[in-house]
């Protein structure tokens, strides 16, 4: 879930050859969480900066409802206090921006194997 539209179709493309479905689509956090309610998805990649809410706010939503969602954030800006924050809100993983599909797929499979592990 990202605000830019090119990004949201690279990202769609990325996975669109691979196992993924991509069940849904946001270009801000309100949207994000809505979406998140309503298709329960097993993972989420979420823009941290987003308009109307930003990706931080909408990964807390997020987890609080539905504990069970993985969420990978993806930023331009790996500061830090972003990072930590995060982690600290449930962030299962980070891809920083530009990313390549090697990235998005290597962050993907690690959530996978972990979800499969837990089974």
């Known amino acids: 879930m990202d605000d830019n539209d090119m990004m949201r179709g690279i990202l769609r493309g990325m996975l669109r050859g691979e196992e993924y479905e991509v069940v849904g689509e946001a270009r801000n956090g309100v949207a994000a969480v809505e979406i998140a309610e309503r298709l329960k998805p097993d993972v989420i990649c979420l823009d941290v900066m987003m308009p109307e809410k ?5 990964l807390c939503e997020i ?3 539905h504990p069970e969602i993985d969420l990978i954030m993806i930023t331009s800006n790996a500061d830090p206090d972003t990072v930590q924050q995060a982690i600290e809100n449930g962030a299962s993983g980070f891809i ?3 990313f ?3 990235r998005v ?3 993907l499979a690690h959530i996978v194997a972990r979800k499969n592990a837990k089974h």
């Open 54 to 58: 930003n990706g931080i706010d909408a």
């Open 63 to 65: 987890k609080a409802a």
């Open 96 to 98: 920083i921006k530009p």
């Open 100 to 102: 390549n599909a090697a």
């Open 105 to 107: 797929l290597d962050a």
